[in-house]
């Protein structure tokens, strides 16, 4: 066994912190570790599809590593379209560029949806000539040469809101988009920044992390909300909000913690501000793939409590009344 010198050491130490959310601790380490030749850097690109953008103003919200850092010291983002300055046929030659210089080197993520109705035209990017080009070739091109591909949030991993029913645009979650390659799912709505981060820094420095059955990193997802729930204990106590500003366990003012995996109470959102439960509101499954149309009506409680690692609940919801069972 070799020993590391201190390079390798912080490098270690910056892909561990950003995976495990301590990155606050070895900041400066980070920085310095991750610095090197522009080059070096793991080029990305972003899409954006039929979403409402929210993940990446969700990434624009990561503080450690802030995303100034993020983007000048971790990776190399080569496009994304609401992000880059620049525009028209500049910004689109970027695409077909970097598939030919990074051809099995760039990381693809897939933000939204891929809309499949009217022929693909429902989500459309750039054109040839002057016929637009659909986003579903724009996945299915760059998806062919890419080292790996992300899809984040929930409308890009599981279909989410875009794809409910009716779902009048045909929307696809990318795996069904990018002709049979894996892709590693990180649900959210919006999905968290250390989820993406931390999911990228695995990634180039320790190959593919281990996914749940939903291809989602067990890192992230692996545990049920219900059982890292502050509220837990109420649940146990059998004491119960019957209002959304009350105090006590959410779960007969619909929470769906008990079908849910991440570990949104650990980690919370906004710089570790709050959380939905904290913040008062049900947990409405946004990481799950039933998510919205069998984890709805959000405000509505489950039937029956079922057991860890339920997924869908166990018979139609009963309305709460008055506060009564």
């Avoid at 809101?161 to 045909?170: H, I, Q, R, Y």
């Avoid at 291809?215 to 729930?229: A, M, T, Y």
Wanted: one cysteine or more; glycine letters at 10%; charged letters at 20%.
């Amino acid at each position: 066994m070799r020993n590391l010198d201190r390079r390798e050491f912080l490098r270690l130490c910056g892909a561990t912190g950003a995976a495990l959310s301590l990155a606050d601790m070895l900041k400066p380490e980070i920085a310095a570790a991750f610095a090197g030749p522009k080059e070096g850097k793991p080029p990305v690109v972003w899409l954006q599809g039929g979403a409402c953008s929210g993940c990446s103003v969700s990434l624009l919200n990561s503080v450690s590593p802030d995303i100034a850092e993020v983007l000048t010291g971790v990776i190399s983002l080569k496009f994304h379209q609401t992000l880059m300055s620049a525009a028209g046929d500049q910004a689109m030659n970027v695409l077909q560029e970097t598939r030919n210089k990074y051809r099995g080197e760039y990381v693809l993520i897939v933000e939204g949806t891929v809309p499949a109705g009217a022929s693909g035209k429902y989500a459309t990017l750039g054109e040839n000539g002057e016929k637009p080009v659909t986003f579903a070739k724009w996945v299915k091109d760059m998806s062919a040469d890419a080292k790996a591909i992300l899809a984040v949030g929930s409308c890009a991993s599981f279909g989410g809101v875009p794809a409910a029913s009716p779902n009048p645009t045909g929307s696809l979650p990318a795996s069904k988009a990018v002709n049979g390659k894996p892709v590693i799912n990180i649900p959210g709505c919006p999905s968290h920044p250390d989820w993406v981060l931390g999911t990228v820094v695995h990634l180039l420095n320790y190959g593919m992390p281990r996914l749940d059955a939903h291809g989602r990193p067990v890192i992230f997802f692996g545990k049920c909300i219900h059982d890292l729930c502050e509220r837990r204990p109420d649940f146990d106590l059998g004491v119960f909000a019957t209002r959304l500003s009350g105090n006590g366990c959410l779960y007969k003012m619909g929470c769906k913690g008990p079908m849910t995996f991440a570990d949104c109470p650990q980690r919370m959102f906004n710089n570790k501000t709050n959380w939905c439960v904290g913040a008062n509101s049900p947990c409405i499954s946004c990481v799950q793939p039933e998510f919205p149309d069998h984890s709805e009506p959000f405000f509505v409680k489950m039937a029956e409590y079922g057991p860890e690692g339920t997924q869908v609940p166990q018979n139609r919801p009963v309305r709460l009344i008055g506060g009564s069972n």
